[in-house]
């Protein structure tokens, strides 16, 4: 069992930046691919950026270039850096942590709104 605790979202401006964390208890972190997830106002739930426990990324197209994703094994710990954020990047945002179907956890997500 993993337990993902989100922080850092808020309210910020338009072309501001904000640092998403995602704190992991449990063994076995480093195995995982960590991922963030984004589900605006009446929207699905949509990757955002994911990182494989060798540290390969990939990314939504629409943050390619603005929201690196990273992660810290000896901390436990995921990261979303969050910069030149734009009014339809508000949303709750996720952790996930999967190691296969039968290892799959989310964090109860973290709210980020974008707005002058």
């Known amino acids: 069992q993993v337990q993902l605790v989100e922080s850092g979202g808020g309210l910020v401006q338009p072309g501001g930046s904000l640092r998403l964390s995602c704190a992991a208890s449990?063994?076995?972190?480093?195995?995982?691919?960590m991922g963030w997830y984004r589900q605006g106002p009446g929207k699905q739930r949509d990757l955002v950026a994911r990182?494989?426990?060798?540290?390969?990324?990939n990314y939504a197209d629409s943050v390619k270039g603005r929201f690196p994703i990273s992660r810290d094994n000896a901390k436990n710990t995921v990261y979303l850096q969050m910069n030149s954020l734009k009014p339809e990047d508000t949303g709750v945002y996720y952790c996930?942590?999967?190691?296969?179907?039968?290892?799959?956890?989310w964090g109860q997500g973290t709210q980020v709104t974008v707005s002058s």
């Open positions: 996930n942590a999967n190691a296969g179907r039968r290892f799959d956890f």
């Open positions: 449990g063994s076995m972190f480093s195995i995982y691919t």
């Open positions: 990182i494989t426990s060798g540290g390969s990324t």
